[in-house]
């Protein structure tokens, strides 16, 4: 038997047209929103101090001083900063809250063990302590390690486990089936054969995420490299970035302070912006999948 389809009503086909039309108009105006700070800072730093001072703003800067970006960039020592950001501090933080991070969640998610529930509960309270009320009691501690100008008060840490990537792993750990290990404990695997060869290479997604995210805070750290660096050869890039943006606040100022601070920034946040573009994939199953099994 032929089964009749009826017209949609007019009115119904409005609405969802309406609909459509008014869920991408809000996601367009998010996406302007959220590019639009990117672009101001491309644009100023094409700039020079006669374009930036004027208002109303120039958004299409004409002529354009491409060769700012080269300038600021050798204005300071920002080769040497890179260095100390990334092989010095960033890298090393990242290996060490990966390796600890993930030991530590193994353990509160595949090995039974009295008290595990309990003090998984007071790692995830550490998280309540604001880091302020930390700070002044780590410093004394670091002074008289005599860790003060060095980059251990930034990377040992790191090697002790996060409480938040603590969790994030135990999550998607007990999503991994429990037999896997059953079957490796029988054929004599112990628990740390059994962490290494077959509990890490099912959570590359997860352990991008880690990797990724704490790059990222190291990358972008501040306040850490401001309190415990002072000597300017080991300075970081946020740090150099905060001379230029001095620089800019200064009476009298310099020539084109605020267009190089634009190019600057522009040249740290590009590296952000292709680590999230080509481990997208990763990141987004990662952090998807964390939350599978509580």
């Known amino acids: ?18 609909g459509h039309f008014l869920k991408y108009f809000v ?17 100023s730093a094409v700039k020079d101090d006669a374009q930036v001072y004027v208002v109303p703003p120039i958004w299409f800067p004409n002529p354009q001083f491409w060769e700012n970006f080269w300038n600021a960039w050798n204005s300071e020592t920002f080769n040497l900063w890179t260095f100390n950001t990334v ?59 005599g860790w003060i100008n060095t980059f251990n008060p930034l990377v040992v840490p790191q090697f002790f486990g996060s409480a938040f990537f603590i969790f994030l792993l135990r999550q998607f750990f007990m999503a ?22 077959i509990i890490l290479p099912l959570s590359k997604a997860a ?9 990222m805070n190291a990358w972008n750290d501040y306040l850490g490299p401001l309190i415990y660096i ?12 905060g001379r230029l943006r001095g620089a800019v606040y200064e009476i009298g100022n310099t020539k084109l302070a605020y ?25 987004i199953e990662g ?8």
């Open 230 to 241: 002072s000597q300017e050869h080991k300075w970081v890039l946020t740090l150099g970035v």
């Open 27 to 43: 996601l367009i105006v998010l996406a302007v929103s959220f590019v639009l700070p990117f672009y101001w800072m491309v644009s």
């Open 87 to 145: 092989v010095r501090y960033a890298i090393p933080a990242t290996v060490g809250v990966v390796l600890s991070s993930s030991l530590v969640a193994y353990s509160f998610s595949r090995i039974e063990w009295k008290g595990r529930n309990a003090l998984f509960a007071v790692v995830l309270a550490t998280m309540m302590i604001p880091d302020w009320v930390r700070l002044v009691p780590l410093f004394v501690i670091f002074k008289h390690l």
């Open 207 to 215: 352990l991008a995420v880690v990797g990724l995210f704490t790059f």
């Open 259 to 283: 267009p190089w601070l634009m190019a600057v920034s522009s040249l740290i946040t590009l590296p952000v912006f292709l680590a999230f573009f080509f481990a997208q994939r990763s990141f």
């Open 176 to 197: 991994l089936p429990l037999e896997l290990s059953d079957a490796a404990r029988i054929d004599g695997a112990s628990e740390l054969r059994i962490f290494l060869r």
């Open 287 to 294: 952090i998807s999948l964390t939350g599978l099994k509580g």
């Open 1 to 18: 038997m032929a089964v009749t389809h009826y017209p949609q009503p007019w009115h119904q086909r409005v609405l969802e047209l309406l």
